[in-house]
């Protein structure tokens, strides 16, 4: 039956149409944009899941920047360490020297002050971002410090941060509240540094804190006269070999920190190119197949519109009827 009416042909040819021009919407969303999943309408799963992880990936960005902030601090405590172990190792040089009986020991003691006041200076130096592992002026002890490491996600979604803590009270060098804290300040006893102690103390300290009277050392500061006697400059010279050891103690721990900061961080690095590589396989376009798709529909709406025009121009022959 032909109708002038209800033209059934033209209708579906709308109809068809209508859906290829859709698509083409749709596609050419996805190549503008580059996502196949850009809104939850698209896919709610996966679309929630790449939402979560650009969240996290953020937060592991900050996480690598704690991480470079971190390692500054622990190199510069490094390099403070060993300039402190190289300027010891020349106090030890010179005690060494002053054992010689025609030594002039008050000039050898001239040149130890300017290397204690060396040391002075490359503890109080070794600060960054105001954070000073080297040097302690405040009454409480030097505590744990704590380096922003990972960012964590459980299995039931709940998130939490990891660290890495670095014993601080084990690098003080010079301690002005406390001088038994620091390694530069504290009392050594050099006769229980004997292959056999007598049992009479001899406390040796390199550096005079200037600690309040409670917390103060009272051994006897290293230093040299011209009554030094070579019983005294062999204790002095067991304390500063100790001191040297201590040393080395605390910037081989601040090397193993370092060593796994660096570690972190490029795991961390790694992480992030992996989570990223992760959301673009859920929601990233095929651009190869989505231009094909394109290409196709270009060609189905054109012969849509074609076929709409024909369905429309066939309701025409009804005239030829009627002449």
């Known amino acids: 039956m032909t109708s002038i009416n209800t033209n059934a042909a033209a209708m579906s040819a709308l109809s068809t149409l209508r859906s290829i021009n859709s698509e083409m919407e749709a596609t050419q969303g996805r190549i503008s944009s580059g996502l196949r999943v850009e809104n939850a309408s698209d896919n709610a799963a996966y679309w929630s899941i790449a939402t979560t992880m650009r969240s996290d990936n953020k937060a592991l960005s900050t996480v690598g920047d704690a991480l470079g902030l971190g390692a ?131 406390n040796y300290f390199l550096i005079d804190a200037s600690s309040s009277t409670a917390a103060a050392a009272t051994g006897t500061e290293i230093a040299l006269s011209a009554t030094t006697t070579e019983a005294e400059v062999n204790a002095m010279l067991r304390v500063v070999d100790n001191i040297i050891s201590n040393l080395t103690d605390a910037a081989s721990g601040l090397g193993a920190i370092q060593k796994r900061v660096d570690m972190q961080n490029e795991f961390v690095s790694n992480l992030m190119d992996a989570i990223s590589q992760g959301v673009g396989r859920l929601v990233d376009a095929d651009m190869n197949q989505e231009s094909t798709r394109l290409k196709a529909l270009q060609t189905q709406q054109q012969l849509g519109i074609q076929s709409l025009s024909i369905a429309n121009n066939s309701s025409q022959g009804v005239l030829q009827l009627f002449r």
Do not use: C, H, M
């Not at 002053?98 to 130890?112: G, P, Q, R």
């Not at 039931?156 to 060098?173: A, Q």
């Not at 390694?183 to 006769?191: K, R």
């Open 72 to 202: 500054a601090k622990v190199d510069v405590a490094y390099t403070g360490l060993n300039s402190a172990i190289d300027v010891v190792n020349e106090i030890k040089a010179k005690l060494v020297a002053a054992t010689e009986s025609s030594v002039d020991k008050t000039k050898i003691n001239s040149e130890l002050t300017e290397l204690k006041n060396q040391l002075r200076s490359t503890a109080e130096s070794a600060s960054f971002s105001g954070d000073n592992w080297l040097l302690n002026t405040d009454a409480a002890a030097a505590g744990t410090a704590q380096i922003t490491a990972s960012f964590n996600r459980a299995s039931d979604g709940k998130v939490s941060i990891g660290t890495l803590d670095v014993d601080v009270s084990s690098t003080i060098l010079i301690d002005t509240e406390n001088a038994g804290r620091g390694i530069l300040t504290a009392d050594v006893d050099a006769d229980a540094l004997l292959a056999t102690p007598t049992g009479t103390a001899a």
